[in-house]
């Protein structure tokens, strides 16, 4: 397995916000994590990467317990994260920006340059010297995914990353990450959009308040249109 | 016409140390967002290292080595602080960090004379610039044009450094969002430490260069650290463009104030200050701040009044507080009547800063105002003590409220900076303006007039005052005012969409906590039979700061215990030792590191984990929130 997670609690304060979450990734897999609004889906990756210090757990990353970690160091392990608030530097241009993700290469995961990602998302390939904060939010997304990706990371966790988004930006979405997939990127996806998830998707948990209510491939998942509505439609 | 231009030179000289200084300040607030009280300190270790090194260092090599020496090892000293001490304390609220780097200040005072000694040092000369330059029948020392030179060498420098090196990218991401930096593999621990070596390297530089220029003492530190804090604050925080263009201004305006107000020069900078912030609240160069981040940490356990038992045995230690004339000596109760007066002072600042949310680190101006008001009524109009004790309080009332007005515009550590230049611009008053409140030499001569005139009478008046004052304020925080400024504290957004004037509630907060700090400092003045421009000075302010996080921010009642502790403490300090700053400042850190919840929010704790532990329930039931905790 290419990520465990085990028994994962978090807190923000006195909120007990996970309770005892639990999944899987395989190597190369793409894999959803569906849920409402508030579900815990953010709380979760959050979690993973070290940035809520309320948490308790085990997480594994490529059969190295890494729960106890700092977050850089999770980080440097090969396992990237984007944020859904896409948290992009302002004040740094397309290129100041990526060159902070920057870390050595991997040997067992895809290397990224900067040209390889300006072919990926050439919109960004177009503005190398604009500054973050002047972009749109499609091409905000762009960036905050490249960035992640001079990481070479071997698992990227993706927090909705077609959160507010024009139905054309999707599209170029999907793809960047049906071509990160190929490259041989493992990918946790965050999503509410059932039909976005599928396009990539090869397996899907579901979370609700919290707790893992589902696990199974998108087959499955078709298979128990109870489950869909109960836990994800609005 | 030359003498003007002489004149401009020698601002522009003086700007380049003021320069390094700032930017150093600014680049470690950028990143750490530690307002980093003791820059000065590193500053004036600085000069002395560079003083002594140049002293055993001959030739030219060994002057200009020497210089980048000494600022490479106090750099080092910074490295260690920022691991031993700042480390702690980033997530801590930024009153914390204020406090704990100015304790750090106090120790080093006190280290610096036990190491130099007292004495003035005077430095040599660089070499190669020993002379000066004749312009137009004006002598321009050489050294002060390579110190015109220098400035804009090193912010070009530094611009390089930002803006060409991974290293700079990395400083100005963590700048805008730290979390996010780490998220992307980045180590921020070294990252801080890097950026806090830079910015103390930068200090302990700018103390270096002037020793050809000034005479190395053991004041230096304060004296830039006020000026520094105008010039980040004028240029805006985390700008190193704006600490330049900064340090010229201010450097101008004190060559040219002296010039044309020779009265008024200190004020002159102070007051261009207030307008820039005014006009401009996060400086010429700044960026508006996103949300201030909240002064008084969390309050998970909400405030309640006082229960009839606790009522009381608060009377109770009243009562026991009124027997002291029955045994104890004339001594003992002149400490108990400025311990009463302190508990006056820390509660009036508890008010504005912990029910308030807004930490000020001028309230000195009007405890110190409250002193003036009964020097001038009872010196000058020559009224009686009862009276004046009644409107002497006014005139720190009339300073909060005009002072206050333009701070609560402002929040977080603007707010904290913009109180501690008004308060600079009141001591400069009462320093400057000598006709009226005698400058230096104080007014004396306050006596109380014969009813209160024993020690006991008048400890019995302090403490009466003081229970007073305490009922009075806490009686506010439970009563619909105190309610809505709970609110704004907590968020002016949602207090503000439930429809509570924020402003005007915060600027009603400040008043009365100032008119409050001014009744104790009308006491003050009849208790020394003086008033002198310290007691509206900086040290002052930061007692009282102490007293409060001494006695915990979060807590109702803390302000009162910790300015009895602090206050006992400090006076029995002082009788034993003449390092009573290094210890002082070693106690303020020691709070700060290992009781950031002060005494009573300590005892608080304590009588919480003892009530939970006491029933014998489930201890599966109370896990989770123990560890939510």
């Given at each position: ?10 807190h ?13 990734v ?92 300006f ?92 707790r ?23 | ?52 090194l ?26 260690i ?5 700042l ?8 009153l ?48 002060d ?41 980045v ?5 801080f ?26 004041a ?13 604050v ?17 450097s ?33 160069f ?31 230690a ?12 004339n ?46 009524l ?29 701070a ?6 603007y ?35 014969s009813?209160?005139?024993?020690p ?21 925080v ?26 005007r ?48 921010v ?51 704790m ?24």
């Open positions: 397995m290419k990520l465990t997670v085990q028994d994962l609690n978090s923000y304060g006195p909120a007990h916000i996970l309770f005892d979450i639990g999944f899987e395989g190597e190369g897999e793409v894999v959803a994590l569906l849920g409402r609004n508030g579900a815990g889906k953010s709380t979760t990756f959050r979690s993973i990467v070290g940035l809520v210090a309320q948490r308790s757990g085990r997480i594994m990353f490529e059969g190295k317990d890494v729960s106890a970690k700092p977050t850089h160091e999770i980080v440097r392990e090969g396992l990237g994260y984007v944020p859904e608030e896409r948290r992009i530097f302002t004040d740094l241009t397309v290129e100041e920006n990526l060159e902070v993700g920057r870390q050595p290469k991997r040997p067992n995961a895809p290397h990224w340059t900067r040209e390889k990602l072919a990926l998302f050439p919109n960004l390939g177009e503005m190398k010297n604009r500054p973050g904060g002047r972009m749109s939010g499609g091409e905000q997304q762009m960036l905050t995914i490249a960035r992640t990706l001079m990481g070479n990371p071997s698992l990227v966790l993706l927090d909705e990353p077609s959160e507010g988004l024009s139905p054309k930006i999707v599209e170029q979405m999907v793809d960047a990450i049906l071509t990160m997939k190929k490259e041989g990127v493992s990918i946790v996806v965050s999503e509410q959009n059932l039909h976005f998830a599928r396009l990539i998707s090869d397996r899907a948990y579901i979370i609700e308040r919290g893992i209510c589902f696990g199974g491939t998108m087959a499955e998942l078709d298979a128990r249109p109870d489950i869909r509505d109960a836990h994800l439609s609005l | 016409m030359a003498f003007y231009v002489v004149q401009f030179l020698t601002g522009l000289a003086s700007a380049a140390s003021l320069f390094l200084v700032a930017s150093g300040l600014s680049i470690i607030f950028g990143v750490t967002r530690i307002v980093n009280f003791a820059h000065g300190a590193f500053y004036m270790i600085g000069a002395y290292v560079a003083f002594t140049t002293e055993r260092l001959s030739g030219a090599f060994g002057f200009w080595g020497s210089i980048v020496l000494a600022a490479l090892a106090v750099a080092l000293i910074g490295v602080v920022e691991m031993v001490l480390r702690r304390i980033y997530h801590a609220p930024e914390f960090q204020l406090l704990a780097t100015f304790g750090l200040t106090l120790m080093v005072e006190d280290l610096v004379v036990l190491i130099w000694g007292p004495d003035d040092l005077v430095g040599r000369r660089a070499p190669g610039f020993k002379g000066a330059i004749d312009f137009f029948g004006q002598n321009i020392p050489s050294y044009l390579f110190l015109i030179v220098l400035g804009p060498v090193v912010l070009g420098i530094l611009w390089l450094l930002f803006q060409r090196t991974r290293w700079g990218v990395l400083v100005r991401a963590a700048t805008q969002d730290r979390d996010m930096v780490a998220a992307l593999g180590n921020q621990k070294w990252l430490t890097s950026v806090f070596a830079v910015g103390v390297f930068l200090a302990a530089l700018g103390g270096a260069l002037q020793i050809p220029r000034d005479a190395v003492h053991h230096m530190d304060l004296r830039i650290i006020v000026e520094v804090f105008v010039v980040v004028i240029g805006g925080l985390g700008s190193i463009v704006g600490a330049f263009v900064a340090a010229v201004l201010v101008e305006l004190n060559a040219f104030g002296i010039l044309i107000f020779p009265k008024i020069s200190i004020i002159l900078v102070f007051l261009v200050m207030a307008v820039v912030l005014i006009v401009r609240p996060w400086g010429l700044g960026k508006p701040e996103a949300a201030a981040r909240k002064t008084p940490g969390l309050t998970v356990n909400p405030w309640r009044p006082l229960t009839s038992n606790e009522r009381l045995a608060s009377l109770a009243l009562a026991i507080a009124a027997t002291l004339p029955l045994f104890a000596g001594y003992a109760l002149t400490v108990g009547s400025e311990i009463a007066i302190f508990v006056i002072f820390a509660v009036s600042l508890h008010f504005l800063m912990s029910v308030g949310g807004l930490a000020s680190f001028g309230h000195a101006a009007y405890f110190g105002l409250g002193a003036y008001g009964i020097a001038f009872a010196k000058m109009a020559g009224l009686p003590m009862i009276v004046c004790l009644l409107l002497g309080p006014l005139l720190g009332c009339l300073g909060a409220a005009v002072f206050g007005f333009f609560v515009q402002l929040s977080g550590v707010f904290a900076m913009l109180t501690l230049a008004f308060a600079q611009i009141v001591w400069s008053i009462a320093f400057q303006w000598v006709n009226v409140t005698g400058g230096d030499n104080g007014i004396l001569g306050l006596w109380p007039s009813w209160a005139a024993s006991s009478h008048f400890y019995w008046l302090a403490l009466g005052v003081a229970a007073l004052v305490t009922i009075a304020l806490r009686a506010m439970f009563s619909p005012f105190g309610y809505a400024l709970r609110a704004t504290r907590d968020s002016v957004l949602r207090s503000e969409a439930i429809g509570i004037n924020a402003k509630i915060q600027w009603t907060a400040f008043v009365i906590a100032g008119t409050t700090a001014g009744i104790g400092g009308a006491l003050f003045a009849y208790l020394k039979g003086s008033v002198f421009p310290d007691n509206l000075g900086i040290s002052l302010s930061v007692d009282a700061l102490v007293m409060v996080l001494l006695g915990g979060e807590t109702v009642s803390g302000a009162v215990i910790g300015a009895i502790v602090y206050k006992a403490l400090n006076i029995w300090l002082v009788s034993q030792t003449d390092l009573s700053k290094l210890v002082l400042g070693g106690f303020i850190m020691l709070i700060v590191v290992v009781f950031p919840k002060g005494i009573v929010g300590m005892l608080e304590l009588a919480q984990r003892r009530r939970k532990s006491s029933p014998p329930g489930s201890p599966l039931l109370a896990k989770p929130i123990e560890s939510a905790e």
